[in-house]
């Protein structure tokens, strides 16, 4: 991991002796359990709901656990304790923002990450040193990127963090880890606030590893620069989730993002109006829960057979929301149906069956014609 060149010398010679970069595959497999195993071999992925960043906890099966971001403040240390997480294996920084590291040093006081996966991009801060200095005086093992995927053992659970992009002096956002969570059939896509030209890197690079994904987590917080159809094309996923604060400056997430995903049919779910959401996978189907809302969706995971013979019979059945369990927001993904429809949905639950539509007071034929090909009854 080299050092940025404009660093004064005092502090990059601290920062050089954090930088051990290992190239090859680093794995938790033999190593003790950092908490208890999940019940039933599940995999839990948890997008923290903290405000205008992110934080993502992944916890394995095997009782690992590795935390991509740690938010802009330090109240991310509370939201993991509450998850029941007393240490942490993996702990990685997508970039060097401050929306992405603000509660970072106070994870790494209070749960002891043993491994630190950062870039070497040459964009930094006078805060972003100090937190190198920090894992230095911790004694963490500190990793970086590769040319070519590297695999990262979580238990079961295995993390490719996607080749590192050429550095871009100019915009920081574009020189963020990506990394594929894959665990059975169940996959999940997370690139920081990754922008299209790295984007285009690994859809060149590593085709296969930005494709066919269960969730993806959008880019920059549902920015119109986080997303866009080529990438959505590719990834298909099955449910897409964003962090983002509450009424936050940047007017995220963009109108253009939300109308691209609509014309996909993409589900959406949103930390600013569901909080934390909680997905849950046993390698063949998945369950997503939110703090504010509760059930959400349970939907089977599509095969994960080659692309080249991927089904889309079976993945347009997947993406069916259930009208017993799905949001008003993801309900409001169904072309023509806003708010008071989708409210006017879920306040004539429970269902037996789709034709249950045609006895909801004052949805009109209209509604339920755009309804009835998108929902079913599980």
């Not at 702990?91 to 040093?105: N, Q």
């Not at 866009?228 to 007017?251: F, H, I």
């Not at 829960?289 to 509760?294: A, D, N, P, V």
């Not at 994960?304 to 017993?324: E, G, I």
Request: hydrophobic fraction near 35%.
């Amino acid at each position: 991991m080299k050092f940025p060149s404009i660093v004064p010398p005092s502090m990059r010679k601290a920062a050089l002796a954090l930088a051990i970069v290992v190239a090859a595959a680093t794995s938790f497999l033999a190593q003790p359990a950092s908490c208890a195993p999940r019940p039933s071999g599940e995999l839990m992925v948890d997008v923290l709901d903290v405000g205008q960043g992110d934080s993502i906890l992944i916890r394995s099966p095997e009782g690992k656990t590795a935390l991509i971001d740690a938010g802009p403040s330090k109240n991310v240390v509370s939201l993991l304790r509450q998850k029941g997480v007393t240490s942490i294996d993996l702990l990685v920084l997508t970039h060097h923002h401050s929306d992405h590291y603000g509660g970072m040093a106070e994870v790494i006081r209070a749960f002891k990450p043993r491994v630190f996966l950062a870039t070497n991009s040459s964009h930094t801060t006078s805060s972003y040193l100090k937190l190198l200095q920090l894992v230095r005086d911790e004694g963490i093992k500190a990793i970086g990127p590769t040319e070519a995927v590297r695999k990262i053992g979580l238990g079961s659970v295995v993390l490719n963090v996607l080749p590192q992009p050429p550095d871009n002096t100019k915009e920081e956002n574009d020189n963020s880890i990506g990394i594929r969570i894959d665990y059975g059939n169940f996959s999940a896509l997370m690139t920081g606030d990754s922008e299209s030209r790295s984007r285009s890197y690994w859809l060149r690079t590593c085709p296969n590893m930005v494709r066919d994904c269960t969730i993806l987590k959008l880019a920059h917080h549902g920015s119109r620069n986080g997303t866009d159809a080529k990438w959505l094309d590719s990834v298909r996923p099955e449910q897409a989730v964003v962090s983002l604060g509450a009424g936050n400056d940047y007017g995220h997430p963009h109108p253009e993002t939300l109308s691209l995903l609509d014309r996909k049919r993409i589900p959406l779910l949103r930390t600013d109006l569901a909080g934390t959401i909680s997905i849950v996978s046993d390698g063949k189907t998945w369950d997503v829960t939110t703090s504010k809302r509760g059930r959400s969706a349970e939907l089977t995971a599509r095969p994960k057979a080659h692309p080249s013979t991927h089904d889309p019979k079976v993945a347009a059945v997947s993406r069916l929301l259930d009208l017993n369990t799905a949001t008003e927001q993801q309900l409001m993904t169904i072309p023509g149906i806003g708010p008071t429809s989708a409210r006017k949905v879920i306040a004539g639950r429970p269902y037996d069956s789709v034709d249950d539509l045609h006895k909801v007071r004052g949805l009109g034929a209209a509604r339920i014609a755009e309804l009835e090909p998108n929902v079913t009854v599980r």
